[in-house]
């Protein structure tokens, strides 16, 4: 399964200068939030594949203008194909505002999933905005990444971890692929594109 992860960043290869069949070998699109509703929509219906997502910290926008016909997985696990994907959205907390949440609410939204993941057997992607803590995140408050992460991959080895929200732009050097246990980690910032089956997983992203 090829696995289109976006983030932060609408790709103007993928919007501004799109061309029919530059999608194509595309299985599933994933966002890790932070992106307009509009691109979202018009992925979906380029690709004609699923577009899954996450909200971003600045997702806002996303209550009077939602990405249409794409699936929201918040809180939730969701199987195509045979992989179990979980979704949980939003960034450490840092002012008034939807989306974020301190350190025990996120320990609290993974509580209420523990009889799904147990009836799900676990989950093979994680999708999430932020990133786990000390695993390429930030040292200031907004970018830092949530231990509940951690702990999820030490107790369900998913196969991969999905995040956005640390741009690869930015001064500290963020990492685009890392590896925590036998969890691969890629920062989806902008775009990026792997297959679930790879051997080799570092290697094969573009």
């Known amino acids: 399964m090829r696995i289109l992860a976006v983030s ?3 790709s103007k290869l993928y919007w501004d200068y799109y061309e029919r069949g530059m999608l194509d070998g595309i299985d599933l699109i994933i966002s890790c939030g932070d992106l307009d509703p509009r691109y979202l929509s018009f992925l979906v219906t380029m690709a004609s594949v699923p577009v899954l997502y996450v909200h971003g910290n600045h997702d806002t926008k996303y209550e009077s203008v939602p990405p249409e016909g794409c699936v929201c997985i918040e809180d939730d696990i969701y199987i195509y194909q045979g992989v ?3 979704g949980l959205g939003g960034s450490m907390r840092y002012k008034p505002g939807v989306h974020q949440y301190t350190e025990k609410e996120m320990q609290k939204r993974v509580r209420k999933l523990r009889y799904r993941l147990w009836r799900k057997g676990g989950f093979d992607i994680l999708v999430t905005h932020a990133p786990a ?3 390429n995140d930030g040292l200031d408050l907004p970018h830092q990444g ?3 992460f951690l702990h999820l991959m030490e107790k369900y080895r998913p ?3 999905l995040h956005g929200h640390v741009h690869i732009t930015y001064g500290r050097k963020h990492k685009r692929y890392d590896k925590y246990e036998d969890t691969h980690v890629i920062n989806a910032f902008e775009k990026c594109i792997f297959d679930y089956e790879a051997e080799d997983v570092k290697e094969n992203l573009r």
């Open 146 to 148: 949530f231990r509940a």
């Open 159 to 161: 196969k991969y971890f």
């Open 133 to 135: 803590y000390q695993l």
């Open 8 to 10: 932060d960043v609408e």
């Open 84 to 86: 179990r994907i979980l």
